[in-house]
Structure formats: C-alpha cells, structure tokens
C-alpha cells in the first residue's frame, strides 16, 4: 500500500507541474513508461533531444507496463511506452489507445551467480533452462507486478508448459519499484532472474551476476507507443504527442538516437531501433 501511495504521489506530482507548464502557454506532452527505457537513461536522451530541436517539452512518469497504462486510462497522460503486447492489445480493445507503434527493441536475458548451481549456462532455449531452474529447485526471483518484465516471465513459463510454484520461486516484494531494484535483490539472494539486457549492461559493474542464457528468440523485447484515444478524451495533446511520435520514429532522428544509445558508456547498444520507418529503410 506504502508503494501505491508512493507512485501515487509522484503521479500528483507530475501532473500538477505538467499543469503549470499548461497555464504558462508552454507546449508539453506527458509520457507515462515502463521503468527500464527510464532508468537506461534512453527516455531523457529521447526527451532532451525532441524539446531542443521542436521546442516541445516532453515529461515523463515510471511504472511497470500494468500500471503505466492504468495510468493512461485517466486521460491525463498524452503517450504510453511499453512492452506488454497482451496488455497494450487490451488497452486499445477498451478505447483507452489508438494504436501500437513500434519503437525499438532489446532483449531479455537469465542471469544467476556465477557459480551456476542449475548448470544452464550455454543453454539455447530460455524455457528450457527455466524448467531445468525448477527442476533443481534454485531459487529465482520475479517481480511478480504485471510489468512488461513480469509479463514476458510468466509467458516464457507458459510456453515452458510449467506453472512456477515453491519455496524456490520468490516474488519480490518490491518488484513494482522497478528492475534495478529487482536485480539487485536477485545479486544478493545469489539467486536466477529474467530481465533485460539494458538493465543489466547498466548495472553489471554493481553486482556479481553473469548473463547465463541469451540468444533465443523468445527472448526478443518489442517496446511500443501507444498515443491515448483523443476520441475517448479530447483534453489529451494528440497534436504535439503525434509530432513527438513522427520524430520518434523518424530515421533520422529519434531512431538513429536508438541506434547509438549506450555505445560509447557500455561498448554496446541497450536498443535497437524498430520503428516501419526504419525497418524500410533497411529494405533499400
């Protein structure tokens, strides 16, 4: 209740001053997002960047995809970025949003302690080291939020065939808080997590787990916009939430932003772009 309070607040918080920025004339669109682009900086760099060039002020709020698009069903927030497409689909369904763009993408990744006391290291299908972690009983963490994280966990159990219960299987109780938290808790359990790549590229140096299965395709992590249905609440910024979306997308700019993002910290990208914009021109 003390982390829905908290969230709440924060909420309030935002909005007032996107309020304020509203009566001074200035132009904003207000983004609700999963955690992770967030704390990979990739959000700022995007935001920083559009109100620069377009003189557009973008600002954000953080939560898992569930809550994010909760969020949005107020009709207080412009612009949803997520990576849940079961809940994103059902967001649309309700009227809530108008349609799912695609942004970028990274990809999910299990990590344990280095010792590897399930011995999956190396292992090419991620359900099939899940089920060898159960199997062992070695204890693995989840958020347990309804976050894109949780989401692309508990779909990697069903595609597994397995229902995850036990003394080895431990929700976290402050899995909402985000996926750092989370995978720091998993470092000091010394324990198996599901999590993204960006996150743990961020944080690496912080903690001793090691990136044991990577590579399957079931893995891939599509993160999408969703602008909110102006039709169902004409108050919403579509006209500059669609130009931020335009720039977003765009080759040239929010997409090429992507491409590089992380290169020159981590010797790595934490996203690629995905954007149809992009992907024809990769087709030229």
């Known amino acids: 209740m003390k982390v829905f309070a908290g969230k709440c607040l924060v909420l ?32 700022g760099a995007l935001e920083d960047q559009f109100e620069k060039e377009t003189g557009i002020r973008v600002r954000h709020v953080g939560a898992g995809t569930g809550a994010a698009l909760k969020m949005a ?65 070695a204890k693995f963490i989840s958020r347990g939020d309804k976050s894109g994280t949780h989401v692309a966990e508990m779909e990697l159990w069903q595609k597994a065939g397995v229902r995850p219960k036990g003394a080895w299987y ?28 960006a996150t743990y590229l961020s944080i690496k140096n912080q903690i001793k787990l090691v990136i044991l299965v990577e590579g399957d395709a079931a893995l891939l992590n599509y993160i999408s916009l969703i602008p909110v249905n102006p039709a169902k609440f004409p108050m919403v910024n579509n006209r500059d939430t669609m130009t931020f979306v335009k720039w977003l997308t765009a080759p040239e700019k929010g997409q090429l932003i992507i491409r590089d993002f992380g290169r020159d910290k981590y010797g790595a990208a934490l996203f690629f772009p995905n954007s149809l914009e992009w992907q024809k021109t990769k087709k030229k």
């Open 73 to 137: 069903e107020n009709g207080q927030i412009d612009l949803v970025l997520a990576h849940a497409k079961s809940l994103e689909e059902k967001f649309i369904a309700d009227g809530f949003g108008t349609e799912r763009i695609p942004l970028m993408y990274n990809d999910f990744v299990i990590v344990g302690p280095a010792a590897d006391p399930a011995a999956i290291k190396g292992e090419k299908s991620a359900t099939v080291a899940l089920k060898i972690i159960m199997d062992k009983g």
């Open 12 to 43: 309030l918080i935002v909005l007032c001053s996107s309020l304020a920025w509203a009566a001074d004339g200035d132009k904003f669109v207000f983004l609700s997002s999963t955690i992770g682009p967030i704390d990979s900086g990739i959000v």
């Open 170 to 197: 431990v929700i976290y109780e402050k899995g909402s808080e985000g996926n750092v938290p989370t995978l720091k808790y998993t470092d000091g359990q010394a324990a198996y997590t599901v999590i993204d790549r």
